[in-house]
């Protein structure tokens, strides 16, 4: 048998072949892991590059032009990527979000929505289906986006001051082209919008209440800012907790300004927590990923770009459903060991750090963000 050659950038994350039961039960739409949490959401990340190199990221140093991203040949085709996706629709999954890297590089991405607006979910309801992006194609791509069945976009931004947006990004890319994109996904419907800050003490906290007051005066409610710890997430970044802006300061930040009351939850398993301003001029959400762990209700898991399944952002080990898919699988095989990878799923990292024992002398390398998405 002739030896396959597998690129190197494919061995860079463990992965486990994983096992198909001996029993085939079909899918109920009603999975849960080891802690009662189903399995409500997928993120599928259909590219690995990002024309960014933001520091808390993708780092310039560290990614450079040299840099040994997966070939095209690893990445799941967008038939494999449906394939999937319908599987995990059966298990009980309601909403896809596709992310990067930045996914609107990855090559007629819209021919991949159209694909997975068809989908259904068992009672025959369609899915809610976002993206996630830099907003830097946005402007030209939002309209066929919204025609090929995207529902609504989140957009990355941190900073209103082009200055600091420029060396955040580290391209020397301007901040009005990203505005010019979410207004273009305003017009074309790509609603509710939501911009996601990551906060980066003594980097851009200055521009909180900036960025809450340009959101408030010119979106009218229409597009919801949301205020994200900056994270431990891979070994890339230089995470130290000193660099970590509390919600609760960014949340009194905004509050003295613009004064703050809590709102519920729009769905359990909800990331951000919710504030809309006294006023009645919209919301904002708070996304405490590090000082307030939300593992109890984590309904999420995420799908890389050559198809290993993650069960948590901070994951060190992947599944290659990409072997079941290449290697001659049924889909009743293949559903079979999703419902069992997730049965098995006991991940609580963000817990476990809060309790100092996120550190379990692995000594594996947790996967970077832009490999399988925020």
Known sequence: MAERAIPIADLRYAAATPRIPEQLTPPSGLLSDRLGRPLHDLRISVTDRCNFRCSYCM???????????????????????????????AHGVHKLRLTGGEPLLRKNVETLIAMLSELRTPDGQPLDLTLTTNATLLARKAQALKDAGLKRVTVSLDALDDAVFRRMNDVDFPVAEVLAGIEEARRVGLGPIKVNMVVKRGTNDHEIVPMARWFREHYDGQVILRFIEFMDVGASNGWRMDDVLPSAQVRERIHEVFPLEPLEPNATGETAERWRYRDGAGEVGLISSVTQAFCGDCNRARLSTEGRLYLCLFASQGQDLRALLRGGASDEQIAAAIGLIWQERGDRYSELRGAMQADTGTGQRRVEMHYIGG
């Open 59 to 89: 780092p310039k140093e560290i990614f450079t032009n040299d840099y040994g991203f997966l070939p095209q040949s690893s990445l799941l085709s967008f038939e494999e990527i449906t394939r999937l996706a319908r599987l995990f629709v």
